[in-house]
């Protein structure tokens, strides 16, 4: 499966963005989707992941400010963004199964 992110783009602190993962065929049997984020001169972390029945994981840093979701139907998964901090400032991939990645949208958030 080929993965199609977009949606990043530059906000002030506080703003918010929606990010999108399309995907190259059907999502409905792929069980587990994610989004990860990558900083300068960090290592890549997973931000949020949703499984086929709904149900999903955050990591601490964004729970209650980014929520994920899917669309079986347009084969997308996407990622709101709010109250976005400096510190969410990376490179966005979002990940289908264990080793489908897609390219990065960069998310920079100013101060």
């Known amino acids: 499966v080929q993965l199609q992110a977009s949606g990043g783009g530059s906000v002030q602190a506080g703003g918010s963005l929606r990010l999108s993962c399309a995907a190259s065929r059907s999502i409905l049997s792929i069980n587990n989707m994610g989004w990860y984020r990558q900083a300068p001169g960090k290592q890549r972390e997973l931000v949020a992941s949703?499984?086929?029945?709904?149900?999903?994981n955050y990591a601490d840093s964004v729970k209650g400010r980014f929520t994920i979701s899917r669309d079986n139907f347009r084969n997308t998964v996407y990622l709101q963004m709010n109250s976005l901090k400096p510190e969410d400032t990376a490179v966005y991939y979002c990940?289908?199964?264990?080793?489908?990645w897609g390219q990065g949208t960069l998310v920079t958030v100013s101060s």
């Open positions: 990940k289908a199964m264990k080793s489908y």
């Open positions: 949703i499984t086929s029945t709904g149900s999903t």
